[in-house]
C-alpha cells in the first residue's frame, strides 16, 4: 500500500525557519518524482517545490530563494527546509507523487502557520 505521511508543521514567527518530513512506504522510493503542495485556507492547492529521481529540483516563483527540496533515499524520505517564512505560506503542506495526484489522493497533510 502506498503511502506518503507529511510532518514537522507547526507554528513559526515571521522570518523564522521549518522542516518538513515526507515518510514514502509502498513503492520504489528512488526512482519516484516527490512533490511538495501547499493550501491555504479559501484558495486552491498550488505547487512548491518537485525533485525527480536524480535530484533535479523545481521551485514555485513564491518560494525560489527561500525553500529548499531533498531526499534522503536511505530513508525513503523527501524534505522541504522553509526559510524565511511569511505569513503568506501559512498553508496545509502536502506531499505526493504524479500517479496519486492522478488518481485524486492526498494524505492528511501538516499545517504551518506563520504569526507572530
Known amino acids: 500500500q502506498v503511502q506518503l505521511v507529511e510532518s514537522g508543521g507547526g507554528l513559526v514567527q515571521p522570518g523564522g525557519s521549518l522542516r518538513l518530513s515526507c515518510a514514502v512506504s509502498?513503492?520504489?522510493?528512488?526512482?519516484?518524482?516527490i512533490s511538495w503542495y501547499r493550501q491555504a485556507p479559501g484558495k486552491e492547492r498550488e505547487l512548491v517545490a518537485t525533485i525527480s529521481s536524480v535530484g533535479g529540483t523545481v521551485y514555485g516563483d513564491s518560494v525560489k530563494g527561500r525553500f529548499t527540496i531533498s531526499r534522503d533515499n536511505a530513508k525513503n524520505t523527501v524534505y522541504l527546509q522553509m526559510s524565511t517564512l511569511k505569513p503568506e505560506d501559512t498553508a496545509v503542506y502536502y506531499c505526493?507523487?504524479?500517479?496519486?495526484?492522478?488518481?485524486?489522493?492526498w494524505g492528511q497533510g501538516t499545517q504551518v502557520t506563520v504569526s507572530s
Open positions: 509502498g513503492f520504489t522510493f528512488s526512482g519516484a518524482v
Open positions: 505526493n507523487t504524479p500517479a496519486r495526484i492522478r488518481s485524486g489522493s
